[in-house]
């Protein structure tokens, strides 16, 4: 009877350890979509490519919860490509891409999540650079609810990703240095 017990004990806890939280692909927000149309209004000959994504920690595309396994990207991408699409996704929808146009390239310094009970969050950290100008860094934290319950938590911050990145990618347009990438 206790060795039953402790089989099924072990094999539940594997099972716990084992299990990953794949976030939801990445759907342009509507608000950079306002923001990125008015710059398209007051520069409209300016236009963006994207080159490939690079990181501190290339080709990463989980990271652990908790101990109710792992946060992954969708489709199994590294951070950095998922980052890298989403941006190039936004400038499409826009009207401001172009792949011949000037490129705007990124290294992806930092990302992680805090899944504390009720004060959840996203921390992305990026570089970014475009022609001879000089690189600029963004950040962001994107603030969201957490459950006490290990598993329900991280299903929370697995689905937190596309927002934290929508947040990411406002905070990179509504810079100076964004702007300036278009004119040049």
Known sequence: MKISYLVVSAAVSLSLVACSHNSPRYSPSANNQEKLRDIVSHSPSGKLSVEPFTSAEPSRTSIVCRAAGTVQTPDGKSFEKFIEESLTSELKM?????????????KLLNIDFNSNIGAGKWLIKMQFSCADAKAFIVESQYDFSTNFIADIACE????????????FIEKLINTADFKSCLSN
């Open 156 to 167: 929370q911050v697995s689905q937190a990703l596309p927002q934290a990145t929508q947040d």
């Open 94 to 106: 826009s009207g401001l891409y172009s792949a011949t146009s000037q490129k705007i390239s990124g």
